[in-house]
């Protein structure tokens, strides 16, 4: 188990940072080597139900392939489609899996958390549009799930424990700041993230750099690519604050790029991008680097995780060359469970 005191002083160097602030010492990473190889046998329920809020692509569902939407404005707090805002979770979910091959996003990780005796409500939002569209359909589904909530009293309002992968981190941030109301029939008590590009993502940046340079490409790029970028979110951190009221907890992930890795050629992107900046520690995951990583308490740096596999989603190319695992994702969540349990959450 990783701690029991998600309030350590010690931990909690990042309490509402505007700019990402450069790993300067080796113990900056706070590396966790071995902590989720194996199951342990309790886990303890948190108070609160947890909610999985997934990532760019992602649904209940991982989203393989799905047809383009037009990009939107890229302001912030006006990039919400009224259209897919107005709909419902169930339409948004029905129209998305027509139009796409999706697969099972939050692979074992819910039906883990259920079978330990927690209760856990899955995001379901769409998975290419804005932060902001995003967060007020996560908002629109709390909204729903929680009036249906078993031994809710009239007018009490349900605490949540929010867990963010990747983008996920960040329709938790804008719901939180910006659209949750003393109104909501929720209240979210704490949030969670693993790998969510807080201060953006230096494969965004790459993107974004070959797609402008096509009119046609640009077009049609999906909004949430947009706002993934590092000047997206610098001004994205400086509008969404943190609640006082919250607590704000991180992990990042680094993978071993001298194994067999799918993110591979990411990887050396984010690296070149790091060491062109002068920064010493160009460790990442393949999507996200550890810097960019890192909100409020952060927890600690997932060794040999790739961006996947954060999601239990394990690189299958590592079966033929006999690479054995040394992590656990499931373990991993039931222990951020754990360890909201003995917080209080």
Not at 51 to 73: E, R, T, Y
Request: hydrophobic share 35%.
């Amino acid at each position: 188990m990783l701690a029991t005191n998600f309030c350590d002083p010690i931990r909690n160097f990042l309490p509402d940072s505007d700019v990402p602030r450069p790993l300067s010492r080796p113990e900056d990473l706070k590396l966790i080597k071995d902590n989720y190889f194996h199951l342990r046998d309790n886990y303890k329920p948190p108070k609160h139900p947890i909610v999985l809020c997934h990532g760019l692509a992602g649904f209940d569902s991982l989203i393989l392939m799905q047809l383009p939407n037009f990009k939107a404005n890229t302001q912030l707090g006006s990039d919400e489609p009224q259209q897919n805002i107005s709909k419902m979770p169930s339409e948004i979910t029905d129209s998305v899996k027509a139009s796409s091959l999706a697969l099972n996003y939050w692979y074992g990780i819910e039906e883990a958390l259920v079978k330990a005796g927690i209760d856990v409500i899955t995001a379901k939002v769409p998975p290419f549009e804005s932060i902001a569209a995003r967060a007020h359909l996560l908002d629109t589904l709390l909204s729903e799930k929680c009036k249906e909530f078993s031994g809710r009293r009239p007018g009490e309002r349900v605490k949540l424990n929010l867990v963010g992968h990747s983008m996920g981190g960040l329709d938790a941030r804008y719901l939180i700041s910006k659209i949750q109301t003393s109104q909501s029939p929720y209240e979210v008590v704490s949030l969670t993230t693993v790998g969510t590009p807080h201060h953006g993502s230096e494969v965004a940046d790459f993107v974004m750099e070959i797609l402008e340079q096509s009119v046609f490409l640009s077009m049609i790029c999906p909004a949430a690519i947009t706002q993934l970028t590092t000047s997206y979110l610098a001004k994205f951190n400086t509008e969404i604050r943190n609640d006082p009221r919250v607590g704000y907890f991180s992990f990042g992930a680094l993978m071993d790029p001298s194994r067999i890795k799918r993110f591979r050629v990411t990887y050396e992107i984010i690296k070149r991008t790091i060491k062109e900046s002068g920064e010493q520690f160009p460790q990442n995951d393949g999507m996200v680097s550890v810097s960019l990583a890192r909100w409020g308490n952060y927890l600690g740096t997932l060794d040999n995780f790739d961006h996947l596999d954060l999601i239990n989603w394990t690189n299958p190319l590592k079966v033929p060359f006999s690479e054995q695992e040394t992590f656990n994702s499931i373990a991993l969540y039931l222990d951020i469970a754990d360890i909201l349990s003995q917080n209080g959450y």
